[in-house]
């Protein structure tokens, strides 16, 4: 699975501009190895009453990537003790799921297991 991060990281630093903002659930290791300010997109950052995720919570994360100026979510797996749980963090595939003419794929790594989406501007 690193050697996926790895040319992930790689791609960013040759084909995104400098300092674009990304959203990622491994938002520091993605800052430590791409140079990019990054936004933390995981289940600590949703709205939550009585342990649950209340029904705002995709929308107001997505008004927060807007309000920052993220310009490209990453979606990597959801993994726990370095196994994979789902193919996908549940909180992209939910963003994606809630707003999918917000999102546009541009990169899919060797194997797939980690995804780019340009995150493109809300319509008025």
């Known amino acids: 699975m690193w050697s996926?991060?790895?040319a992930t990281f790689d791609w960013i630093n040759h084909n995104l501009p400098a300092n674009v903002p990304l959203a990622a659930?491994?938002?520091?290791?993605?800052?430590?190895?791409?140079?990019?300010?990054?936004?933390?997109?995981?289940f600590a950052s949703l709205r939550r009453k009585n342990g649950k995720f209340t029904a705002?919570?995709?929308?107001?994360?997505?008004?927060?990537?807007?309000?920052?100026?993220?310009?490209?979510?990453v979606a990597e797996p959801h993994m726990t003790a370095r196994v994979i749980r789902r193919p996908m963090?549940?909180?992209?595939?939910?963003?994606?799921?809630?707003?999918?003419?917000?999102?546009?794929k541009v990169y899919s790594g060797p194997r797939g297991a980690i995804l780019i989406y340009k995150i493109l501007p809300a319509k008025s």
Do not use: G, W
């Open 25 to 42: 659930s491994s938002d520091v290791v993605f800052y430590l190895y791409t140079d990019h300010p990054t936004f933390y997109t995981f």
């Open 89 to 104: 963090n549940q909180i992209a595939e939910n963003l994606l799921k809630a707003f999918p003419k917000r999102f546009q």
């Open 56 to 73: 705002d919570s995709i929308p107001l994360l997505m008004e927060s990537l807007d309000y920052y100026h993220i310009q490209y979510l």
């Open 4 to 6: 996926e991060y790895q």
